[in-house]
């Protein structure tokens, strides 16, 4: 289909680890992105990956990335209470951004 | 840090009404958008617009939507009889080029249709 696809709800205990999972379309798709949306806010930008990569680690962030199956997922390490939030995945194509639906992350004390 | 601006961050208009929601891009960014997200959905493309003229748009940018670039700075989206369903928050966005991987996003404006 023509949607990026991912879960729309993820609980999770503090300070164990977030897995969000997306699969995406377009396999011509230059980059890939995790942006960030707190209530009421606007889109941040959290991270991206290039296509020709398969793993990208930044801080408690490890995006990986399954081109084959057209897989992405998001790992937040030691999740805190900063980061309930929603996350969406979106794909670059033809220069503009496509985005999932989003997955309300939510931490459970 | 360069950074989009939008104004106003909220608009109420009732419905028949004309708004014109209005962006400053970052300066030296080539590639403009407007993305809508209703209300507990997902973030959808409107238009893009490069060049002085739309590059695209989405079959949601019907004839009631406009979009101008009026002097070097700002970027306008235009409707001209709002609806109801209208009622969204609209993001505006710039992009220096295809070489670049970051699409920078506003803050949003928040438009309600009463």
């Known amino acids: 289909g023509e949607d990026v696809e991912q879960s729309l709800f993820l609980s999770v205990r503090e300070g164990d680890s977030s897995v969000i999972n997306c699969t995406y379309t377009?396999?011509?798709?230059?980059?890939l992105y995790w942006y960030k949306q707190e209530p009421g806010a606007g889109l941040q930008l959290l991270t991206y990956?290039?296509?020709?990569?398969d793993m990208k680690q930044d801080q408690r962030l490890t995006v990986l990335l399954n081109k084959k199956d057209k897989h992405l997922s998001l790992r937040i390490a030691d999740t805190q209470t900063g980061d309930s939030a929603i996350y969406f995945c979106?794909?670059?194509?033809?220069?503009?951004?496509?985005f999932g639906k989003g997955t309300r992350l939510h931490i459970l004390p | 840090e360069p950074e989009v601006t939008q104004t106003p961050s909220h608009q109420v208009t009732q419905m028949g009404q004309e708004v014109i929601l209005r962006c400053v891009p970052i300066?030296?960014?080539?590639?403009f958008y407007w993305y809508r997200q209703i209300l507990g959905q997902k973030v959808e493309f409107l238009v893009s617009?490069?060049?002085?003229?739309?590059?695209?748009k989405s079959e949601i940018f019907d004839d009631q939507f406009s979009v101008e670039r009026p002097d070097g700075s700002n970027f306008t989206l235009k409707i001209r009889s709002t609806k109801l369903e209208d009622s969204a928050m609209y993001f505006c966005?710039?992009?220096?080029?295809?070489?670049?991987?970051?699409?920078?996003f506003g803050p949003g404006t928040r438009l309600t249709v009463t």
């Open positions: 966005a710039s992009f220096r080029g295809p070489e670049t991987y970051e699409q920078y």
């Open positions: 377009d396999s011509s798709s230059t980059y």
């Open positions: 617009f490069y060049n002085n003229e739309i590059s695209e």
């Open positions: 979106a794909e670059n194509r033809d220069d503009k951004i496509i």
């Open positions: 990956i290039f296509s020709n990569m």
């Open positions: 300066s030296n960014h080539l590639y």
